[in-house]
C-alpha cells in the first residue's frame, strides 16, 4: 500500500517537473512574441517609449485594418495560397520520386551524385542570380511566378529531396526485397509500399513548403513585375514603409503573416509528428 | 560493387555486396535509378549548371553584370587573397557558424526531447517552441533588437536588476556574433520538429527490447534514440551549414546603415559578396568570392558525409 | 539487399524486370501527363493574367519602377494618375518594388542583363556614377531638344551636377534634399544660451553644454556627426570637403584641408558613448531604414536633417517628445556662405527600355518642368524640393513656406555656389560607404582621422 502511493507521488513528481520545465522554456522562447503582439496594439508613441510600456492602454485595435486596407490584402493572401498549392504538388511527386532513387535502389554513381545534389546548396543565390534570371528570360518565364513553380517538379527543393531520402533510409530494405521477390517493380514498391510508410515525412514536407511560400520574399521580388500578383511577403514588406518606421503596424503586420501558420500548425502537428510509431516490421534472421 | 554509407562491419559488407548479380541486372537498377531520379537531373542540367559554369567564367574576368566581360585571369583572386575584408568577412562567418552548428543541433535536439516528453498540453508547448521560426524575418529581428538594445531593452533591465553587466549586444564589437548566434538560436522550430518526428519514428519495439534490460533513460537516450536519429542529424547539420554560410538576410535588417556592425564584427561573408556585385557592380570579383566559398563548404561538406559512414545508421543498410 | 542464392534470384529479377518495366512505363508516362498538364495550367493562366496591357497600340506604355511606399506612394500615384490624364499619348504603370535589405537593385541589374528592363527607374543616388560609368543607364542629352533644349538651365545646379557624368545627362531628381541644423528650443534655454550659434565653435559649445551623460547612462545629446547614413559626407559641403580630387582625378581627401579640418572636428566627439548613442537611435525607431529619431523624441538638441523632418517625421510622431518649439538654422560650418549637400531621388531610364525619349519626358514632368502649377501643390504634401526654382514661386509652394517659418533656410542653400553635389564617379558608391565607415571608425577610436581619411581614399581609388 505504501509502495504504491509513494510510487504514484513520484510520478506525480515527475509529471509536476516536467511541466516545469517546459513552462520555463515556453517563457524563455514566448515572451517575445508577446512583446510583439503586445506591441502591435499600441499607439506609435507609447512603443517608442523609454522606459517600455508593456501594456498598451487603450487597444488600438484599428491597426489591424489600418494595415491590412494599405495593401490589397485579400489578393496577395489568394497569390500565396496559389504559389503554395502549386510548389507542393511539385515538390511531392518530384522529390519523392528523386529521393526514392537515391535511398530505395541500389546503383553505381548514387551517392557521389547525392551529395552532387547536396552540393548545390552551397553556391551563394546572389551569385548565380544574373546568369539564371537570363535562362528564364530567354524562356520568357519572367514576370510570373513559374521561375519559382516550374524547378519545384524538377527536384529544385533539394530539402525536401534530402529529408525525405534520409527518412526512406530508416525503412528496412528487407520490406523491398520481399516486394521484388513477389514481383513488385520499383514503381509499385515506391508508391503502395514506401510512400504510405513515409506519410509523416510527406506531412512534413508539405509544411515545411507551405512555410517557405508564407515567408519567401526574394523570389517574388525578382521574378514577379505586376503587383496585382504579388504573395502576401511582399505586402507585409510593402507596409514596412521606405521613409516610416511605424512599429505597431510592423508588429501588427508580423502577427497577421504569423498566426494562421500558428493555426495551421497546431492542427496538423498530429498528422506528421506523432503518425506511424511502429517503423516497418523489423527482420528477424 | 558500390560503397555505401553503411556501417562498416565485415559481415555487413559481404550481405550488402551479393555475389552473382549480372552486370545486366546491375545496368538495369543504374536505368531505373537514374529514372527516378531524372526530374532533378533535368532541373540540374537546365537550371543549375549554366549559372554555375557562368559563375565560375565570370570569376576570371572583369564582368560588372551587363556588358560583355573581359578575361583577366587570376587577379580577382590574387586580389581576394590580399582583401583584409575578405578574411574579416570569412572569418566571422566561420566564427558564427562553428558556434551556431553544435549549438543548434544541441538546443534542437533537446527541445524535441522535451516536447516528445507524455504531457498534458503538448499541442501547445510544441506550437509555442515552434512559433518563432515562422516570424517573417525582418520582425523577429526588430524584436530581438528591441529586447537586447543596451538603452532600453528588457533584457539588460534584468541582468542591471540583478546586479550582472549588461553588454552592448549587437552594438559591441565583441558581444555583437553571440548576439546573432541567440537570435539563430531562438528560431530552431525547423530541426525541432525534423527531430520530434524523428523521435516519433523511432520503432518502440527498440526500447521495449532495452528495457527488458533494465535501461536507465539516459542509457536508452544513448544506445537507442540517438543511433536511430542519426540519419536525421546529419540532415540538419548539412542543413544548418547551408544556412550559417549564407547568413544574410538578418545581418542586413540589424546592421540597416551601419553594414558590418560595430567595427567589422558582423560582416559576413554574403553580405560583402552581395555589396561587391550589387552596389559596386563587380561580378567577377564578387562571383571570385562565391566559388572561394563553394569550395570550402564542400570541403567541408564532403567531410561530413565521409564522417557520416562512422556514425550514422540506416535501418535500410542493415539486416 | 539479401539474395537467396545467386543464378536463381537472377532469373526472378529478370522476368520481373520484363513485366514490370512495361507496367512502370505506363505509370510514368501517366505521371508524366500530370505533370505537363499542371505546368500548362500554370503557364495558361500566366500568359492569360499578363495581357493585362493596354490594348491601344497607339499609346506609348512606360512601366515606373519605385521603392516608396506608405504617403510617399500615395503622392506617386496622384502624379501618376495626373500625368497619364494630361498625356494621352503615354501610360505609365507604377509598380512598388518593396526594399528589403536594398535586394531591388538586385532585381533591376537583372532585368538590364536580361535585357527587358523598367522604362524609368527611382535609382538610390550614390548608385548613379556606378551605374553610368558601367553602360547600364541611358544618356538622356539626345532628348534635351526641341521644348527640352533650356532643361538643364531649368534645373538648380546641384541638380545637373547630380546627374551628369562625363558630359552626359543620366539622372533627373525628383526630389532633392537640403540640409540644415534643426535645433530644440526648450533643450538650448535650459542648457543656458540664449541664441542659436552663428559660428562653429559657438554650436561646439552649445552643443557641450547640452550633452547629459550619467553614470555612462546618455540622458541628453547635444550635436552628434552621427552614422545612420549621415557622417562625413553630409556636413562636407559646409567645410569646402565634399569633392576632393588631385590633378590626375583621384580621390584625395587625405590632403584636402577642408577633409583635415571636417574628420578632425568630427574626431572631437570621440569622447561620447558611440554604442550607447547608437542603441539609443534603434530604439528610436531608425532599424530597418525608419526615420524616427531621437530628436523628435525631444532627446536631442541640434540635428542635421531636411524638410521632411519637420514637415513629416515631427508631426507624425505626435511631437509631444519635442517640447516647446523647434528651429532650423544654417549650418555653420567652414566656409563662407549657407550650403548643402545636393542630392536626392533621381530618376534614371535602364538601358534597353523600350521609349527613352518618353521615359525623359516623364521625368522632367515630375522635376516639374513645365508642370510648375501641379507640382506646386503636390511639393509641399511630401516636404521635397523641386528639381527646379521656378517651382518654388509657385503660390501654393510659396503658402506652404510662409505657413512654415521654419523652411526658411532650406531653398536659399541650393543656389548657393558652395553647395555642390556629390562627383559622379565609377566609385561613388565605395565612397559613400567608406565615408560612413571611417566617420563611424573614428567616432569608435578605430581609425585616426588621418587614417579614415586614407581609407576613403583608398576605397575610392581602387
Same mark, same amino acid.
Request: glycine share 10%.
Given at each position: 500500500m505504501r509502495a504504491n502511493s509513494s510510487r504514484a507521488a513520484r510520478k506525480t513528481m515527475r509529471g509536476l517537473s516536467k511541466?516545469? *520545465?517546459? @513552462?520555463?522554456?515556453?517563457?524563455l522562447l514566448g515572451f517575445p512574441l508577446l512583446w510583439m503582439v503586445l506591441t502591435s496594439l499600441k499607439t506609435n508613441p507609447q512603443s517608442l517609449a523609454v522606459p517600455v510600456v508593456w501594456w498598451p492602454h487603450p487597444f488600438k485595435w484599428s491597426n489591424?485594418?489600418?494595415?491590412?486596407?494599405? *495593401?490589397?490584402?485579400?489578393?496577395?493572401? #489568394?497569390?500565396?495560397?496559389?504559389?503554395?498549392? *502549386?510548389? @507542393? *504538388?511539385?515538390?511531392?511527386?518530384?522529390?519523392?520520386?528523386?529521393?526514392?532513387?537515391?535511398?530505395?535502389?541500389?546503383?553505381?554513381?548514387?551517392?557521389? #551524385?547525392?551529395q552532387v545534389m547536396v552540393s548545390t546548396l552551397l553556391i551563394p543565390f546572389f551569385a548565380t542570380l544574373i546568369p539564371l534570371f537570363v535562362i528564364y528570360k530567354d524562356l520568357h518565364w519572367v514576370g510570373w511566378y513559374l521561375p519559382l513553380m516550374i524547378p519545384t517538379f524538377l527536384g529544385s527543393s533539394v530539402f525536401s529531396t534530402f529529408l525525405l531520402r534520409q527518412f526512406f533510409m530508416t525503412i528496412p530494405e528487407a520490406l523491398s526485397d520481399a516486394a521484388r521477390v513477389d514481383g513488385a517493380n520499383e514503381f509499385y514498391i515506391y508508391s503502395r509500399i514506401i510512400l504510405p510508410m513515409a506519410k509523416p515525412a510527406i506531412a512534413t514536407v508539405i509544411l515545411f513548403q507551405f512555410i517557405y511560400c508564407w515567408n519567401d520574399y526574394i523570389g517574388p521580388l525578382i521574378y514577379i513585375n505586376n503587383q496585382v500578383w504579388y504573395p502576401l511577403s511582399l505586402g507585409l514588406y510593402q507596409v514596412l514603409g521606405t521613409y516610416t518606421t511605424n512599429w505597431p503596424w510592423v508588429m501588427a503586420a508580423a502577427t497577421a503573416a504569423t498566426a494562421p501558420i500558428v493555426v495551421l500548425f497546431f492542427f496538423t502537428q498530429r498528422t506528421f509528428i506523432e503518425g506511424i510509431a511502429v517503423q516497418g516490421t523489423g527482420v528477424k534472421g | 560493387m558500390q560503397a555505401t554509407t553503411s556501417l562498416a562491419s565485415p559481415a555487413t559488407v559481404a550481405r550488402t555486396s551479393p555475389r552473382g548479380l549480372s552486370r545486366q541486372i546491375r545496368r538495369r537498377h543504374t536505368r531505373v535509378g537514374l529514372l527516378f531520379v531524372s526530374p532533378w537531373i533535368i532541373g540540374f542540367l537546365a537550371f543549375f549548371v549554366y549559372p554555375f559554369f557562368a559563375t565560375l567564367y565570370y570569376s576570371f574576368t572583369n564582368f560588372n553584370g551587363v556588358q560583355t566581360a573581359h578575361v583577366i585571369g587570376f587577379t580577382n583572386y590574387v586580389n581576394l587573397f590580399h582583401d583584409p575584408l575578405f578574411k574579416t568577412s570569412l572569418f566571422n562567418t566561420f566564427y558564427y557558424t562553428a558556434c551556431e552548428l553544435p549549438l543548434s543541433t544541441v538546443v534542437a535536439l533537446g527541445l524535441a526531447l522535451l516536447l516528445n516528453m507524455e504531457v498534458k498540453g503538448r499541442a501547445i508547448y510544441r506550437t509555442v517552441f515552434y512559433i518563432p521560426s515562422i516570424v517573417p524575418t525582418v520582425a523577429s529581428c526588430l524584436i530581438f533588437v528591441w529586447i537586447f538594445n543596451p538603452a532600453s531593452g528588457i533584457v539588460n533591465d534584468l541582468l542591471t536588476g540583478a546586479h550582472l553587466p549588461g553588454p552592448n549586444w549587437f552594438f559591441s564589437i565583441a558581444w555583437s556574433k553571440p548576439s546573432f548566434i541567440l537570435l539563430g538560436l531562438w528560431g530552431l522550430g525547423q530541426p525541432m520538429v525534423i527531430y520530434l518526428a524523428g523521435l516519433q519514428s523511432v520503432p518502440r519495439e527498440m526500447y521495449e527490447v532495452v528495457n527488458l534490460d533494465g535501461a536507465k533513460p539516459w542509457q536508452r537516450l544513448r544506445y537507442v534514440t540517438l543511433p536511430m536519429l542519426t540519419p536525421v542529424i546529419l540532415f540538419n547539420v548539412i542543413l544548418q551549414l547551408v544556412l550559417c554560410i549564407a547568413y544574410f538576410t538578418q545581418a542586413q535588417v540589424i546592421e540597416n546603415a551601419d553594414v558590418g556592425g560595430p567595427g567589422t564584427s558582423t560582416w559576413f561573408y554574403v553580405q560583402y559578396l552581395y555589396q561587391e556585385a550589387f552596389e559596386y557592380l563587380k561580378f567577377g570579383y564578387s562571383s571570385a568570392m562565391a566559388f572561394c566559398l563553394f569550395v570550402i563548404s564542400a570541403l567541408i561538406m564532403v567531410a561530413l558525409f565521409k564522417s557520416s559512414s562512422r556514425w550514422v545508421y540506416y535501418a535500410s543498410e542493415q539486416q | 539487399m539479401n539474395h537467396r542464392g545467386g543464378e536463381a534470384a537472377d532469373a526472378v529479377e529478370r522476368s520481373n524486370g520484363a513485366r514490370s518495366h512495361r507496367r512502370k512505363w505506363l505509370k510514368q508516362r501517366r505521371l508524366a501527363k500530370v505533370t505537363t498538364a499542371i505546368a500548362t495550367a500554370a503557364v495558361v493562366s500566366a500568359v492569360g493574367m499578363g495581357s493585362a496591357a493596354v490594348a491601344n497600340a497607339s499609346v506609348v506604355n512606360l512601366t515606373w519602377w519605385t521603392m516608396w511606399s506608405g504617403s510617399t506612394l500615395q503622392l506617386l500615384n496622384q502624379m501618376t494618375t495626373q500625368f497619364n490624364k494630361t498625356h494621352p499619348g503615354i501610360h505609365v504603370t507604377e509598380t512598388n518594388i518593396p526594399s528589403v535589405a536594398t535586394t531591388s537593385t538586385a532585381k533591376l541589374l537583372a532585368s538590364i542583363a536580361a535585357g527587358d528592363p523598367p522604362d524609368i527607374f527611382t535609382e538610390w543616388w550614390p548608385e548613379i556614377g556606378e551605374f553610368a560609368a558601367d553602360g547600364d543607364l541611358d544618356s538622356l542629352n539626345p532628348y534635351l531638344t526641341g521644348p527640352y533644349s533650356g532643361f538643364e538651365k531649368w534645373e538648380y545646379p546641384v541638380a545637373v551636377q547630380g546627374g551628369t557624368y562625363k558630359k552626359q545627362l543620366y539622372a533627373v531628381p525628383m526630389g532633392l534634399n537640403s540640409w540644415a541644423l534643426y535645433y530644440n528650443k526648450s533643450i538650448l534655454t535650459k542648457a543656458g544660451v540664449t541664441t542659436a550659434p552663428k559660428t562653429l565653435a559657438q554650436l561646439d559649445s552649445d552643443s557641450a553644454k547640452e550633452w547629459v551623460v550619467t553614470n555612462g547612462k546618455i540622458q541628453q545629446i547635444g550635436l552628434y556627426p552621427d552614422t545612420a547614413g549621415n557622417g562625413f559626407l553630409f556636413y562636407a559641403s559646409f567645410f569646402n570637403a565634399l569633392n576632393c580630387f588631385n590633378s590626375a582625378g583621384k580621390y584625395a581627401y587625405e590632403s584636402c584641408p577642408g577633409a583635415k579640418t571636417l574628420m578632425n572636428w568630427i574626431a572631437s566627439f570621440d569622447k561620447y558613448p558611440y554604442a550607447q548613442l547608437q542603441a539609443m537611435q534603434t530604439a528610436a525607431g531608425t532599424v530597418a531604414g525608419g526615420q524616427t529619431d531621437l530628436f523628435t523624441a525631444g532627446k536631442q538638441g541640434f540635428f542635421l536633417s531636411g524638410p521632411w523632418e519637420g514637415a513629416q517625421n515631427i508631426p507624425q510622431s505626435g511631437g509631444k517628445g519635442l517640447q516647446g518649439a523647434f528651429g532650423v538654422i544654417p549650418f555653420p560650418g567652414t566656409v563662407g556662405a549657407p550650403s548643402t549637400i545636393g542630392q536626392g531621388n533621381f530618376n534614371i531610364v535602364p538601358k534597353g527600355s523600350a521609349h527613352p525619349q518618353q521615359a525623359f519626358e516623364f521625368m522632367s514632368w515630375l522635376a516639374g518642368y513645365q508642370n510648375e502649377a501641379f507640382m506646386g501643390t503636390i511639393d509641399p504634401?511630401?516636404?521635397?524640393?523641386?528639381?527646379?526654382?521656378?517651382?518654388?514661386?509657385?503660390?501654393?509652394?510659396q503658402a506652404w513656406l510662409k505657413a512654415n517659418p521654419w523652411l526658411d533656410p532650406f531653398l536659399p542653400q541650393m543656389t548657393s555656389p558652395y553647395s555642390q553635389a556629390p562627383a559622379l564617379t565609377p566609385t561613388q558608391a565605395e565612397v559613400f560607404n567608406a565615408m560612413n565607415t571611417a566617420t563611424a571608425n573614428v567616432l569608435q577610436k578605430i581609425q585616426t582621422p588621418a587614417q579614415a581619411l586614407q581609407y576613403i581614399d583608398q576605397q575610392g581609388n581602387s
Open positions: 511541466q516545469a *520545465v517546459l @513552462i520555463v522554456v515556453s517563457v489591424y485594418p489600418e494595415f491590412l486596407s494599405a *495593401v490589397p490584402f485579400y489578393r496577395y493572401f #489568394l497569390n500565396t495560397l496559389l504559389y503554395a498549392a *502549386v510548389t @507542393i *504538388v511539385g515538390v511531392c511527386v518530384s522529390s519523392s520520386l528523386v529521393a526514392y532513387g537515391f535511398s530505395r535502389i541500389r546503383w553505381r554513381g548514387r551517392d557521389v #551524385l547525392f | - | 504634401k511630401g516636404g521635397w524640393v523641386p528639381g527646379g526654382p521656378s517651382v518654388t514661386k509657385q503660390p501654393a509652394y
